[in-house]
């Protein structure tokens, strides 16, 4: 009996351990969620001032979406895409536009990271670093997103 209590408390600590692992990844895909949820408010929103708060939300939460679901390069893609689509917004607030540009370096970053064969991150993160004006940085990584394209595509 003793040597199947042992077993038992085992599982369980490896079981604990994934899980411990993986709640970074879940509270990731939470503040995915918050992000959705925020952005459709701001799209919502009949007055500037509101669009932009519920914009610094929703801000915030993609810092902890890029943060913590590091490994899932689909989510870390659409927020460097929502948050680069935000940026070209002329009635969003000067400092959030640059808060959304880093964001979407960072998302983009991650992105590549965990998935570095996919020429979509590679190009998200090129456009992240043209509008950060980092010329050089945005052609070698367009460079790359176009190499891991599939033949035929038009990638710009």
Partial sequence: PWRQRLIALAGLAVCLTLTGLELSEVRGELAFARLVRDQQIAGKAADVTDRNAALRFSSYDARSVAILARSNADILMDVASSCLW???????????????????????????????????????????????????????????????????????
């Fill in 86 to 156: 935000r940026v070209g917004q002329s009635d969003l607030e000067p400092d959030l536009r640059i808060r959304m540009a880093d964001i979407a370096r960072h998302s983009a970053v991650n992105a590549v990271q965990a998935a570095p064969s996919d020429y979509e991150g590679w190009l998200w993160l090129a456009r992240a670093e043209n509008i950060l004006g980092r010329a050089r940085n945005a052609s070698l990584c367009l460079g790359r997103a176009r190499d891991l394209a599939p033949p035929g595509m038009r990638v710009e």
